[in-house]
Structure formats: structure tokens, C-alpha cells
């Protein structure tokens, strides 16, 4: 099969072509396991922070990518809950232990044992992929190939983080930075909370433009001071100056969900612009997000699907990969970026 197979870390502004293309034997199910034909494969930033080596993989080569839409060729032996031929997806959550404390309590996302998809284990950046049957989810016909994968990242940690704001209807939500995840929180904050007030910060004016095509009441800078104070923001920018400017924002008792992996040390100094009282005091919070559980796919997915969601979608043909991550990181985006992959000849 072909693969974009990630051989060596290194910054994407030193070595803008950090996958390479092979060709490498078919995968083959173990007990459990499927194997999917992919279709689709979402690219996402934490691509970048595993080539850049903020969240590596613990060996290399590794095939990245987390955000799969394929259908089952082949079962493992055991596997009796999924068919051949059965369109499914696969999201960061690769695997879990099952048995401690957390995954009991449906909390698998914290698990000490949480694989990550491309990451500890070969991802979708490829045509053939071996998972875990039991965390593959099953995708509605409404939803094209290419369409389904950014919802299995960045909807998924989107739904999450909004979650995790403790958000009630008519509260007021800003969101830092507006890629992939934000542009499908701002849908979903439309029709799940109808009467909150959703500002957007962006660098990019193309950005805040599409913000306010979706709804946002507002766009404007990251430094820049809402109209009104914020019951919560939700980070999903990969550094540190929206962590000052969103303290600023918030009003008493609010809180932050910083929604990344790692920050990047580029701008670190703006922690050292921190004031009191007005960044840390009256009771604001700072929350991270881990992961994501199975539950958080699945339920996103059939919110989704109910609230016919519809994400904006550049394709990019599995032998340019390396310009999606370019371009990603030079923040050339509009929604999400998605490889077609290709059929087997």
C-alpha cells in the first residue's frame, strides 16, 4: 500500500516535506482488530506538534494521522460486533486499557494506557489501517467521505471543550482562533445554545470574515477586547498570547478550556504580561482538555448528524500531504483540510 510515512522530527520551516511517500506491505488484522479500506483522512494540527516533536511518537517511522474514514475489508479473528464492508470511523482514541479507574467511568480519554491514532499507533495518512474494532464508530450515510473526518478530531474535542465550559443557553462563548474545530463549534453553539453570543478571534481577516458568515455576533483580533465580557472561551490556537488575552476577556467566575496537546514555546514571554487583578483574580478558571473518550465521537457524530452540521473542506490528494501541513502551518485556513486517498491500483 501507499503511505506518508513521518521518518525523522524536525520543524516544518526547516524541512517543509517531512513525509515521505512509500510503498509498504498491506496491514493484517490481529484478534479484535479490523482493517479498513480509507477513504478520507483529516489533517489536523497535532500533525504538526508530532513532526515538530512537541508530542512525538514514541518510535519512528510512524504513519500520522487520526481523523479516518474508511470501510472494513478484513476482520481480525473475534470480531463480531462490525461487517465487511462496514463505513466506519477512527478518532484520536486508538485504544485503551478498559479495566482502571477511568475507563470504568467512561473517562478512557485519561487512561494510562491511551494509544493515540498516528501517534503510538499507524494512523490514516495511508490505504490500509488495523484498529481495535471496538473503537471504531460507525458513520451516518449523511455525511460524505470527506465531509466525516474532520468531525471525528475536531468536532469531537470541539463537543468536548464546549462541554467542558459548563455553557448555559444565553451565556456569552469566545472562541480563540478559528480552524477546523472552531468553524464546527460556532455551528453547533447555534443550535444548541440558540441564545448565547459566540465572539471569534482570529489573526487572519478571511478567518473572522467566515466567523461572521457562520453567526459569530463578533470577530475581531486575538488582542483584541470583546464588547461585552465572556462567560467562557475556548483555545484552539497552538500558543500563548490567546491564553493572556482570553484571561483578560473572561468575566468573574469564568472559565478558559485550552483545547491543545502543547503550546509552543514561540511566544512564551506573553505569560510574563500576566497582571493581577486583571488576568488573575475574581474566581477565573483555566481547564485543559485530554483526548477524547468514544463517547465523545459517537455523541458528536449523532449530534451531527441531527443538526446537519456541515463543515467547510479543502481536499488534498494523499501525495500532498506535506502541503495541507504546510500550509496549516503557515495558517492558510478556511475550516478543515482532508486527504482523499486514493484506491489501490
Known sequence: M????????????????????????????????????????????????????RTPPPELPMIPGHQVVGRIDRLGSGVNQRQIGDRVGVAWIFSACGQCTFCRQGNENLCPQFKATGRDAA?????????????????????????????????????????????ADGQTLGLMGFGASAHLVL?????????????????????????????????????????????????????????????????????LVINAIRKESVDQDNLLQLEYPRHLWME???????????????EFITLAADLQLAPEVTAFPLKEANQALYELRRGQIRGAKVLQIEEKS
Open 187 to 255: 455551528q453547533m453553539v447555534g443550535h444548541t445554545h440558540p441564545q448565547s453570543r459566540v465572539y471569534v478571534f482570529a489573526r487572519n481577516p478571511e478567518e473572522r470574515r467566515f466567523a461572521l458568515d457562520l453567526g459569530a455576533v463578533w470577530a475581531g483580533d486575538i488582542a483584541d477586547r470583546p464588547p461585552e465580557p465572556l462567560t467562557a472561551v475556548v483555545d484552539t490556537t497552538p500558543v500563548w498570547k490567546p491564553v493572556v488575552a482570553a484571561l483578560a476577556g473572561l468575566a468573574p467566575g469564568g472559565r
Open 2 to 53: 501507499k503511505a506518508m510515512i513521518l521518518n525523522q522530527l524536525g520543524r516544518i520551516e526547516d524541512n517543509p516535506r517531512p513525509l515521505d511517500l512509500v510503498t509498504v506491505p498491506d496491514p493484517l488484522p490481529q484478534p479484535g482488530e479490523v482493517r479498513l479500506r480509507i477513504q478520507a483522512c483529516g489533517v489536523c494540527h497535532t500533525e504538526l506538534d508530532e513532526i515538530e516533536g
Open 284 to 298: 477565573k478558571e483555566i481547564k485543559s482538555v485530554a483526548n477524547v473518550a468514544r463517547r465523545d465521537v459517537s
Open 123 to 167: 494512523g490514516g495518512y495511508a490505504q490500509y489501517m488495523c484498529v481495535p474494532a471496538d473503537f471504531t464508530v460507525p458513520l451516518p450515510d449523511r455525511f460524505s467521505d470527506l465531509a466525516a473526518a474532520p468531525l471525528l478530531c475536531a468536532g469531537a474535542i470541539g463537543y468536548r471543550s464546549l462541554r467542558l465550559t459548563g455553557l
